[in-house]
Structures are given as C-alpha cells and as structure tokens.
C-alpha cells in the first residue's frame, strides 16, 4: 500500500533532514559529495567551493543528481528522496542574503564563525568560507519509503519557483 501522501512525506523528510548527497559525472568519472542546504522555493541551496570536483562536473555536464535519506536500522525503516536536476551559481544578491538568512536560522553554529558580525553579508560570508553560492534545481523527484513495502517508489510532482 503507498502512503496516503507523498508529497507531504517527502516535504516533512526534507525538513527534517540537513545533509543533500550530489552526485555528478563526466569524463573524469563519478563523484558524490554530501553538503548542508536550505530547501526554498523548491530548490536546494547550499555553498562549496567553484574549484570542487562536483561543482566543476556539474558545470561540464549541465546534470547532477541528488539524495536525501534518513537514518535507517533496517531495509523496513529505509525513506528517501532521489532526484534528477542541474546545479546552478546564484549570483543575485538578493537571493543570496534571504539564502544566507535561512541557513543562519536552519544551522545556528554558522554564526560561530562571525562573532563579532550581527548579520553577515553575501560578501563576507562568502570570503569568510571562500565559496559561492550554488542551487540544486531538481526537474524529477522521487519518494521512496519502504514502510509501505520493498523499493515502493512514487513519482513527486516537484515546481521549482524563486524563493
């Protein structure tokens, strides 16, 4: 039997989950890489370096895809999120600060790093962690859970929106 709403359960995993694993490829070969996000406007935004291997292949590549699942004891108790999209450089600096203010909130131990700055800018958050600001854009999401039986799998109707 799948769950009554699946939509709704993979919004409540999302929220409650941190770490977005992406995966890319190119000629070089595969790699994954696990990053910290906020989800907004349905796209899944996090910061990492230009120069890292899955940012350089997402840009050669245009595609990357996504995973996000929660701790499970048994293969019963496995619930997740797979997606299919593009990674994004967001350069608007409006974007960027409400982007900044969100994972702020969602991640308070940032702040650690800004002691003596009450609300830090684009700018200076991007020096400080000497990164950029990037956006998982997913154009297919799936919602597996297996409480509802093994490899249950629906298809997520997914808008991605300006936040």
Request: hydrophobic letters at 40%; aromatic letters at 16%; charged letters at 25%.
């Amino acid at each position: 039997m799948p769950p009554e709403d699946p939509q709704k359960d993979a919004l409540d995993l999302i929220r409650s989950e941190s770490v977005l694993t992406l995966a890319t490829c190119d000629d070089t070969g595969p790699w994954s890489a696990p990053v910290y996000f906020v989800c907004l406007g349905g796209g899944f935004y996090f910061f990492s370096s230009y120069q890292s291997r899955h940012i350089q292949q997402a840009i050669r590549s245009g595609k990357a895809s996504a995973s996000l699942f929660c701790r499970a004891d048994s293969w019963q108790a496995i619930r997740g999120i797979q997606m299919e999209g593009r990674m994004d450089r967001i350069g608007d600096p409006a974007l960027s600060l409400k982007v900044i203010s969100a994972y702020l909130k969602r991640f308070p131990f940032t702040r650690d790093f800004f002691p003596a700055i009450r609300k830090p800018d684009p700018k200076t958050f991007f020096d400080r962690f000497k990164v950029k600001l990037f956006a998982f854009m997913p154009t297919e999401v799936y919602y597996v859970d297996n409480r509802y039986g093994f490899g249950n799998r629906q298809k997520i109707a997914w808008k991605t929106q300006a936040p």
